[in-house]
C-alpha cells in the first residue's frame, strides 16, 4: 500500500471523528437506487505453490461497476463486477514477472436489522460471488488460476456522518461454493487440448466450503453527496483469499478506487 | 474510539500484510535452491516409474556436494549432472540472467549432448536443391518452422518435410495432398524434428489412418508419490480431413525426432503402409510441466506425463526404433550427398517397384 492510499484513509477516518457530535442529527440517507463507476489502485501479495514458491507482490489498476437498490424496508439488493489487470514481481529475478488479472462478479441480498441510532443502518444476508484471479508468465509458459464461485455471507454496516457525508463497511463470507484450481501438476491434458478455451477452467471445480478454502471481502466506503443526484466516492477494499487444496495458495488484495455514484 | 479502532486496523494491514499474508519468502541459499529443486522433481517428474529412475539416488550423491558455500557454477553443474540422469529432453535448467547484459539465456537441455551432431548430419537445403524438383513452404508463419512439400526429382514419389509438429489449422495435409498425393509413394521426413502439438500430430495422422485402433494412453502425474498417476486417458487412430492417402509411406527419423514427432510415429507405425527408416528417435514423449522457478533466479522445465502404448509398455527412454537403420556422416551431407533419403527411396522401389 502506497502513501496516497494511506492518507486518503486517515482523511476519511478524521472526517468521521470531526462529525461525531452532529451524528444524531444527520439522519440516515438511503437512496432507492444506487449506480456507482469507479476506478482504482490495486496492490496484492500473492502465493501459490502451483505457479512458484516465491512470494509476489505487485500493483494494478482496475475498474468497477456496481448497483445498489434499497426497499421501502431498507433491505438492499446489490450487484458488483470488477475487473484489475497486474504485474507481479518477486524479488528473487526481474525475469520472473507474471501477469495477473482478476474478475468478480457479486451479487447480495442483505436484510434490514433496525438501529436505535437513526443515522446507522446494519443489514445482513447472503450472496452469492465469484472470484477469478489468473495468472499468466510468457504466455502460457506458466499459468495458474483461483477460480471460486461461492455462497456467502454478507452484512453492510452504513452511517450518517453529515447532511453530506456518509460511510459504508460490508463484509461478505464465502462458505460453499465451485473450487477452480489447476490439476496437481500444473497441467493436463483437457488444458493442453483446450489451451484456447482456458476459461473453461475456471469453472471446472469441486464444491468445497470452509474445510478447503477461506476468503473475506471488506470494503470501507466514504461518499460525499455534491449533487442532488451524485455523490463523489472513495473506497478501500480487502480481498484475501486462501486455499491448500492441490497447492497451498494465499492472495491478498488492498485496493482504493475512486468513483462516481449516481443516485436516484 | 470506532474510528481510531478501524484506522489500526488499516494501519496494521497496510504495514505488515506480506508478512500476515504470505509469510516468509524463501531463502536463496545454495540449500534451499537444492531443496526445492529436488523435491519438485521428486513430487511431479512423470517418468521416475516408466524409466525405472532412482531420483532418491541422485538425493543421495548431490546433496552432500552442496553447501553454504557452493558456488553458483558449482550449484549450475550439480543441478546440470542431476537432469542429465534423466536424459530427457522436455527437462531443462535455465539461468535468465545473462540477458540483463544482452547475453543469451544459459541453457541445458537434458539428453541433448548429441544434438550439434545430429543436426549436422541432416541439411534441408541440400533435400531442397538436389532432390526435389521443386518444393512449397507451408507454416504458419513462425520463423523457426521450416517446412515444406514436392515432389522428388524424376521419381513419382511426394515428399514432405517438418522441423515441428505445430501448425494450427488441423486441415493443413489437406492442400499438401492435393498437391502430391497423386504420386504412387510419400516420404514424410521427419529428421531434427523438434515436436509441438499432439493434437496436430493427431490431425496428420489422420489422413493416413486404416481405422479406428487404439493407440496410446496418458496418465499425469496427480500426487507426491511417485506412482500417483491419473486414470488413462485413450487415445485412438482414425481418419480425419477430406484427403487420404493408403499408398506406401516411408518416415524418416533421427535422434532429434521428438515429442509430438514420436506421438505422430505411434499413429503412423501402426499402419501396415509405413515403414521408418533412419535412427531411433528421441524417446521423449510426455508433454512438459509448467515453466518452474528458483530463489536464485534460475527456471527449469519437466516432464509431467506417461504415455503408454495399448500393452503397457513404454518408449520412454527408448524411442522408435526404425524398421530400416541407416544414417548420414556430416561428410555426407558436405559431399552432396543424403544417404537416409537415398535409402527411402531405394526401399520403395525394391519392396514396391516404385520410381
Same mark, same amino acid.
Given at each position: 500500500?502506497?502513501?496516497?492510499?494511506?492518507?486518503?484513509?486517515?482523511?476519511?477516518?478524521?472526517?468521521?471523528?470531526?462529525?461525531?457530535?452532529?451524528?444524531?442529527?444527520?439522519?440516515?440517507?438511503?437512496?432507492?437506487?444506487?449506480?456507482?463507476?469507479?476506478?482504482?489502485?490495486?496492490?496484492?501479495?500473492?502465493?501459490?505453490?502451483?505457479?512458484?514458491? #516465491?512470494?509476489?507482490?505487485? !500493483?494494478?489498476? %482496475?475498474? *468497477?461497476?456496481?448497483?445498489?437498490? $434499497?426497499?421501502?424496508?431498507?433491505? @438492499?439488493?446489490?450487484?458488483?463486477?470488477?475487473?484489475?489487470?497486474?504485474?507481479?514481481?518477486?524479488?528473487?529475478?526481474?525475469?520472473?514477472?507474471?501477469?495477473?488479472?482478476?474478475?468478480?462478479?457479486?451479487?447480495?441480498?442483505?436484510?434490514?436489522?433496525?438501529?436505535?441510532?437513526?443515522?446507522?443502518?446494519?443489514?445482513?444476508?447472503?450472496?452469492?460471488?465469484?472470484?477469478?484471479?489468473?495468472?499468466?508468465?510468457?504466455?502460457?509458459?506458466?499459468?495458474?488460476?483461483?477460480?471460486?464461485?461461492?455462497?456467502?455471507?454478507?452484512?453492510?454496516?452504513?452511517?450518517?456522518?453529515?447532511?453530506?457525508?456518509?460511510?459504508?463497511?460490508?463484509?461478505?463470507?464465502?462458505?460453499?461454493? #465451485?473450487?477452480?484450481?489447476? !490439476?496437481?501438476? %500444473?497441467? *493436463?491434458?483437457?488444458?493442453?487440448? $483446450?489451451?484456447?478455451?482456458?476459461? @473453461?477452467?475456471?469453472?471446472?471445480?469441486?464444491?468445497?466450503?470452509?474445510?478447503?478454502?477461506?476468503?473475506?471481502?471488506?470494503?470501507?466506503?466514504?461518499?460525499?453527496?455534491?449533487?442532488?443526484?451524485?455523490?463523489?466516492?472513495?473506497?478501500?477494499?480487502?480481498?484475501?483469499?486462501?486455499?491448500?487444496?492441490?497447492?497451498?495458495?494465499?492472495?491478498?488484495?488492498?485496493?482504493?478506487?475512486?468513483?462516481?455514484?449516481?443516485?436516484? | 474510539?470506532?474510528?481510531?479502532?478501524?484506522?489500526?486496523?488499516?494501519?496494521?494491514?497496510?504495514?505488515?500484510?506480506?508478512?500476515?499474508?504470505?509469510?516468509?519468502?524463501?531463502?536463496?541459499?545454495?540449500?534451499?535452491?537444492?531443496?526445492?529443486?529436488?523435491?519438485?522433481?521428486?513430487?511431479?517428474?512423470?517418468?521416475?516409474?516408466?524409466?525405472?529412475?532412482?531420483?532418491?539416488?541422485?538425493?543421495?550423491?548431490?546433496?552432500?556436494?552442496?553447501?553454504?558455500?557452493?558456488?553458483?557454477?558449482?550449484?549450475?553443474?550439480?543441478?546440470?549432472?542431476?537432469?542429465?540422469?534423466?536424459?530427457?529432453?522436455?527437462?531443462?535448467?535455465?539461468?535468465?540472467?545473462?540477458?540483463?547484459?544482452?547475453?543469451?539465456?544459459?541453457?541445458?537441455?537434458?539428453?541433448?549432448?548429441?544434438?550439434?551432431?545430429?543436426?549436422?548430419?541432416?541439411?534441408?537445403?541440400?533435400?531442397?536443391?538436389?532432390?526435389?524438383?521443386?518444393?512449397?513452404?507451408?507454416?504458419?508463419?513462425?520463423?523457426?518452422?521450416?517446412?515444406?512439400?514436392?515432389?522428388?526429382?524424376?521419381?513419382?514419389?511426394?515428399?514432405?518435410?517438418?522441423?515441428?509438429?505445430?501448425?494450427?489449422?488441423?486441415?493443413?495435409?489437406?492442400?499438401?495432398?492435393?498437391?502430391?498425393?497423386?504420386?504412387?509413394?510419400?516420404?514424410?521426413?521427419?529428421?531434427?524434428?523438434?515436436?509441438?502439438?499432439?493434437?496436430?500430430?493427431?490431425?496428420?495422422?489422420?489422413?493416413?489412418?486404416?481405422?479406428?485402433?487404439?493407440?496410446?494412453?496418458?496418465?499425469?502425474?496427480?500426487?507426491?508419490?511417485?506412482?500417483?498417476?491419473?486414470?488413462?486417458?485413450?487415445?485412438?487412430?482414425?481418419?480425419?480431413?477430406?484427403?487420404?492417402?493408403?499408398?506406401?509411406?516411408?518416415?524418416?527419423?533421427?535422434?532429434?525426432?521428438?515429442?509430438?514427432?514420436?506421438?505422430?510415429?505411434?499413429?503412423?507405425?501402426?499402419?501396415?503402409?509405413?515403414?521408418?527408416?533412419?535412427?531411433?528417435?528421441?524417446?521423449?514423449?510426455?508433454?512438459?510441466?509448467?515453466?518452474?522457478?528458483?530463489?536464485?533466479?534460475?527456471?527449469?522445465?519437466?516432464?509431467?506425463?506417461?504415455?503408454?502404448?495399448?500393452?503397457?509398455?513404454?518408449?520412454?527412454?527408448?524411442?522408435?526404433?526404425?524398421?530400416?537403420?541407416?544414417?548420414?556422416?556430416?561428410?555426407?551431407?558436405?559431399?552432396?550427398?543424403?544417404?537416409?533419403?537415398?535409402?527411402?527411396?531405394?526401399?520403395?522401389?525394391?519392396?514396391?517397384?516404385?520410381?
Amino acid at each position: 500500500m502506497n502513501r496516497t492510499h494511506l492518507w486518503v484513509l486517515i482523511l476519511g477516518s478524521l472526517l468521521s471523528s470531526k462529525t461525531v457530535e452532529a451524528q444524531e442529527k444527520n439522519e440516515l440517507k438511503l437512496p432507492k437506487n444506487r449506480l456507482q463507476l469507479s476506478v482504482g489502485y490495486d496492490h496484492a501479495y500473492f502465493k501459490d505453490y502451483n505457479l512458484s514458491p #516465491l512470494n509476489y507482490k505487485g !500493483p494494478g489498476y %482496475g475498474i *468497477d461497476f456496481g448497483y445498489q437498490g $434499497n426497499t421501502r424496508k431498507k433491505h @438492499l439488493w446489490k450487484v458488483d463486477f470488477h475487473h484489475s489487470s497486474s504485474t507481479l514481481k518477486t524479488p528473487a529475478s526481474t525475469r520472473f514477472d507474471v501477469d495477473r488479472d482478476v474478475f468478480r462478479f457479486q451479487l447480495g441480498y442483505t436484510h434490514s436489522v433496525p438501529l436505535k441510532n437513526t443515522s446507522s443502518h446494519l443489514r445482513v444476508g447472503a450472496g452469492y460471488r465469484t472470484y477469478i484471479d489468473f495468472q499468466d508468465f510468457l504466455e502460457l509458459n506458466a499459468i495458474s488460476y483461483f477460480g471460486l464461485h461461492a455462497f456467502e455471507l454478507q452484512a453492510d454496516y452504513t452511517h450518517q456522518i453529515s447532511q453530506k457525508h456518509q460511510i459504508e463497511t460490508s463484509i461478505g463470507i464465502p462458505f460453499y461454493g #465451485l473450487l477452480a484450481r489447476p !490439476p496437481y501438476s %500444473g497441467w *493436463d491434458k483437457h488444458m493442453i487440448e $483446450n489451451a484456447d478455451n482456458l476459461v @473453461l477452467n475456471f469453472f471446472r471445480g469441486s464444491w468445497k466450503s470452509l474445510n478447503t478454502f477461506q476468503a473475506v471481502n471488506w470494503s470501507v466506503d466514504y461518499r460525499f453527496q455534491f449533487a442532488k443526484h451524485w455523490e463523489l466516492n472513495v473506497a478501500y477494499q480487502l480481498h484475501h483469499y486462501r486455499t491448500s487444496f492441490r497447492d497451498k495458495a494465499v492472495i491478498a488484495s488492498n485496493q482504493l478506487q475512486l468513483g462516481i455514484n449516481f443516485t436516484f | 474510539m470506532k474510528q481510531l479502532i478501524l484506522l489500526s486496523i488499516i494501519l496494521l494491514l497496510s504495514v505488515s500484510c506480506e508478512k500476515i499474508f504470505l509469510g516468509k519468502d524463501q531463502v536463496n541459499d545454495p540449500e534451499n535452491n537444492f531443496e526445492l529443486f529436488w523435491k519438485d522433481f521428486d513430487e511431479h517428474y512423470g517418468l521416475f516409474q516408466a524409466r525405472g529412475f532412482n531420483w532418491d539416488s541422485i538425493y543421495s550423491v548431490y546433496r552432500p556436494q552442496v553447501t553454504q558455500n557452493t558456488t553458483d557454477t558449482e550449484l549450475w553443474d550439480i543441478m546440470k549432472e542431476m537432469i542429465t540422469y534423466l536424459d530427457d529432453s522436455h527437462v531443462f535448467l535455465a539461468d535468465p540472467t545473462p540477458l540483463n547484459t544482452g547475453q543469451p539465456v544459459k541453457l541445458f537441455v537434458s539428453g541433448s549432448e548429441q544434438n550439434n551432431q545430429t543436426e549436422a548430419e541432416f541439411s534441408a537445403d541440400l533435400v531442397q536443391n538436389s532432390y526435389l524438383e521443386s518444393s512449397t513452404h507451408f507454416s504458419d508463419d513462425a520463423e523457426s518452422q521450416v517446412y515444406f512439400y514436392g515432389k522428388l526429382a524424376n521419381k513419382n514419389i511426394g515428399y514432405m518435410y517438418m522441423n515441428g509438429m505445430e501448425i494450427s489449422n488441423n486441415d493443413f495435409m489437406d492442400p499438401i495432398l492435393e498437391a502430391i498425393g497423386q504420386h504412387d509413394a510419400l516420404i514424410i521426413d521427419l529428421r531434427n524434428n523438434h515436436g509441438g502439438s499432439d493434437l496436430t500430430a493427431a490431425a496428420m495422422a489422420g489422413r493416413f489412418a486404416d481405422g479406428q485402433h487404439l493407440i496410446y494412453t496418458v496418465q499425469e502425474r496427480n500426487g507426491p508419490e511417485q506412482s500417483d498417476f491419473s486414470e488413462k486417458i485413450e487415445y485412438y487412430s482414425g481418419k480425419s480431413g477430406n484427403q487420404h492417402f493408403d499408398k506406401p509411406v516411408i518416415v524418416l527419423t533421427d535422434q532429434i525426432t521428438v515429442s509430438a514427432a514420436e506421438v505422430l510415429l505411434l499413429h503412423l507405425n501402426s499402419f501396415p503402409n509405413v515403414t521408418q527408416i533412419g535412427d531411433t528417435t528421441a524417446g521423449d514423449f510426455s508433454d512438459t510441466g509448467m515453466r518452474r522457478f528458483l530463489p536464485n533466479g534460475w527456471q527449469y522445465q519437466y516432464s509431467i506425463f506417461m504415455f503408454l502404448l495399448p500393452d503397457g509398455s513404454s518408449l520412454d527412454g527408448i524411442g522408435h526404433v526404425p524398421d530400416v537403420y541407416i544414417k548420414n556422416t556430416i561428410a555426407d551431407i558436405s559431399n552432396g550427398t543424403d544417404k537416409v533419403l537415398e535409402h527411402g527411396i531405394q526401399y520403395l522401389f525394391d519392396t514396391y517397384g516404385i520410381e
